[in-house]
């Protein structure tokens, strides 16, 4: 599955993720009105929104990306309704094209790990039928339950050409209060990063393994490092725009090859047109604001690598 993100990311010259995350504020009102007359002010109409509002933006840019993360949670507050139009989203995302990572920051006990493996990026079997429930390309997975806890993930990326991004150091303010302590005089993330590595080693698929890493835009010299312990492992850049991440920060992400990285905006591309530099656009033209939004993130982070 990296092989086919890695082809997809040459092709766009883009690696860039744009965020499916799609807040009730971000949603402009001529959409939500529209569904809220159809199906009530309800779960099933605020799902209906966010359906209309995403497919609106994957129609604006699928061409120039290779991939989209919706973030599992966005979704979930709206109870079934909201997992259904999580399915919808990942189902047209396949049919434009796109890979799909799913941010669902899963992981427990081996036997409980399996089912979300297989819910994400598996089959399961019932009676002579076989499903992929949610049929995601990629799931974003916590390791803190050690590697009985990541075992069955890898062992369905393995059986199914899917893959991982394995949270290793994340973008948010207080991710050191336990990932930068020290084991043995190491941060726990670069123990982590070894163990991506490891995990990683039997899942290559050409020259990265299928087995990658969340490592925040946030902390640069930590990426640098972290390039460094998990050279085949991609590395999942959340942390751009919205949480202050530029593209000089990101240039030690990626490899000699200009490969081996991507980078996640989501309301910096499905909310641009709220903001000043592209409020020309207005509401109605929400997705032509999230496509500038792309082409400016892509000129700063292809400028930032000497592209
Ligand atoms: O370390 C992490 C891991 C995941 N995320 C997720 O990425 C997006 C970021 O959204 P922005 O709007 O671009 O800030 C969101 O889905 C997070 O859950 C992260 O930010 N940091």
């Not at 966005?74 to 399915?87: D, N, R, S, W």
């Not at 948010?172 to 336990?178: D, H, I, R």
């Not at 990426?223 to 460094?228: D, H, S, V, Y």
Request: aromatic content about 10%; glycine content about 12%.
């Amino acid at each position: 599955m990296i092989s086919k993100l890695i082809k997809k990311i040459v092709e766009t010259d883009a690696p860039i993720v744009v965020g499916l995350d799609p807040q009730m504020k971000f949603i402009p009102q001529h959409i939500k009105e529209a569904a809220f007359e159809e199906y009530g002010e309800s779960l099933e109409g605020a799902s209906e929104a966010i359906w209309r509002f995403n497919k609106e933006i994957i129609d604006k840019i699928y061409d120039v990306v290779p991939a989209v993360k919706p973030q599992i949670a966005m979704y979930e507050q709206f109870g079934i309704p909201g997992l259904v139009a999580f399915k919808r989203t990942v189902d047209y995302c396949h049919e434009k094209g796109l890979v799909v990572i799913g941010d669902v920051k899963r992981g427990d006990i081996g036997s409980t790990s399996e089912s979300y493996a297989i819910a994400h990026i598996g089959k399961i079997k019932v009676g002579s039928k076989e499903f992929t429930p949610f049929d995601e390309d990629f799931a974003t997975v916590n390791p803190y339950l050690g590697s009985d806890g990541i075992d069955p993930f890898v062992k369905v990326c393995n059986e199914n050409d899917r893959g991982l991004f394995i949270l290793v150091k994340t973008s948010n303010p207080s991710s050191g209060e336990f990932q930068d302590r020290l084991i043995d005089g190491k941060p726990l993330y670069e123990v982590v990063g070894q163990k991506v590595r490891e995990w990683g080693e039997a899942s290559m698929d050409g020259d990265y393994s299928n087995i990658g890493a969340v490592v925040g835009a946030t902390y640069p010299e930590m990426g640098r490092a972290l390039r460094k312990i998990m050279p085949k492992n991609f590395i999942l850049v959340p942390g751009y725009g919205a949480q202050g991440g530029q593209g000089k920060d990101l240039v030690d992400f990626f490899n000699p090859d200009g490969l081996g990285a991507i980078v996640n905006s989501s309301r910096g591309i499905i909310a641009a047109y709220t903001k000043d530099a592209y409020a020309k656009f207005g509401d109605k033209n929400f997705g032509d604001a999230a496509r500038q939004a792309v082409m400016d993130m892509k000129a700063d982070i292809n400028g930032a690598l000497g592209k």
